[in-house]
Every structure is written in C-alpha cells, then in structure tokens.
C-alpha cells in the first residue's frame, strides 16, 4: 500500500476545486449521517466507498480506480490515504446524473469557463497532477500550475483549506 512514503503523487488534485460542494453532494446521496453535534461522518465502509469512487468519477469517469489512484479522494472522505475500500462501484443512474449535475453546477457558478464543456473541466483542472503530505494536525496538498490557471482568480469559492466536519483533517492547499 502506500506506507510511509511521503510526498504521495496524486494525479486528480484538481479535484479540490469542488470541496465547497462535498457536503451537498454527500447529503444529496445520503452518503452521510448528523452527529447531532454539527459534525457529520459516513454511513459505514458503504457510504465511504461509494464517495471515495464518486468523486472519482466527478474527475475521470472511472467507477473502478485502483487504490494507488485514490489517496485524495480518501482524505477528503475522512479516511487515511491507505484505508481499504471497496475495489469498484456499480451506482445508480441517479447517483451519477447527481454527479454530473454538481460539474454543471461548477460551470455555471464559475463564469469566467462557463461557455466551457464538462469535459474540458475535467481534463484541464481537475486531472492534475499534484503532491500530498501530512503536516501535524493538517494535510497539505501542492497541485501542478498550468498556464490557464489565471483562470482560478476568478473562481467564486474559496478552496484554499477543506474541512469538512467528517474529515479528521483539514487539507490546505497550494495551487
């Protein structure tokens, strides 16, 4: 698995562009469950497993990622980079029309893509490529620069530092 080693190489950093929206998405798919106290956390290995493979699917389609693909995805599922989930998802129609209404969400919130495709979201920033590593009581997450992204100024969320309330972690992040 992944161990001990440290930067791990993640290839969908870009996927923390959509933190601001995980708690939607998760509640939309009752993936999570209230604590009473503000704080939320996954129904079981299930509902972390379906979130894990879900986003994954918000970056690239794939439903069936291999573990070494999947560390990001993790933490900002609660889970430790090397935790076991389960090796692939066969959802619900339902689950992936949730999913992809979330990317056209995206494009329509961020004006300055807006004219732009699901698609070319994915692969010019969400595929990216970009290093994690733990810091304490935070992970960071370093993510590749590309010429386009003069474009993240205009974004209208902040991403900068994900926290969810099921998340042991926050992750900060350097774009």
Same mark, same amino acid.
């Given at each position: 698995? %992944?161990?001990?080693?440290?930067? #791990? ?8 562009? %959509? ?9 939309? *798919?009752?993936?999570?469950? +209230? +604590? ?21 699917? $918000?970056?690239?389609?794939? $439903? ?5 693909? *999947? ?7 609660? *889970? ?14 339902? +689950? ?16 300055? #893509? ?6 070319? %979201? ?18 960071? %997450? ?28 926050? $992750?900060?992040?350097?774009?």
């Amino acid at each position: 698995m %992944l161990g001990n080693d440290y930067p #791990i190489v993640v290839q969908n950093a870009g996927l923390v562009l %959509l933190g601001p929206f995980l708690y939607t998405l998760f509640n939309r *798919l009752d993936m999570l469950t +209230d +604590d009473g106290d503000g704080s939320a956390h996954f129904v079981g290995i299930e509902g972390a497993s379906r979130a894990v493979h879900l986003l994954q699917y $918000l970056v690239d389609t794939r $439903l069936d990622a291999p573990a070494e693909a *999947l560390p990001l995805n993790k933490l900002l599922c609660g *889970l430790s980079p090397d935790a076991p989930v389960w090796p692939s998802l066969t959802p619900a129609q339902a +689950d992936l029309d949730v999913c992809d209404q979330l990317l056209e969400a995206v494009l329509g919130q961020w004006q300055s #893509i807006g004219h732009s495709s699901v698609p070319v %979201l994915r692969e010019s920033f969400l595929q990216r490529g970009g290093s994690l590593s733990p810091d304490g009581g935070k992970w960071n %997450l370093t993510v590749q620069k590309l010429s386009f992204d003069i474009l993240l100024d205009r974004i209208p969320w902040q991403f900068s530092v994900i926290a969810g309330s099921w998340m042991p972690k926050p $992750l900060h992040v350097t774009w």
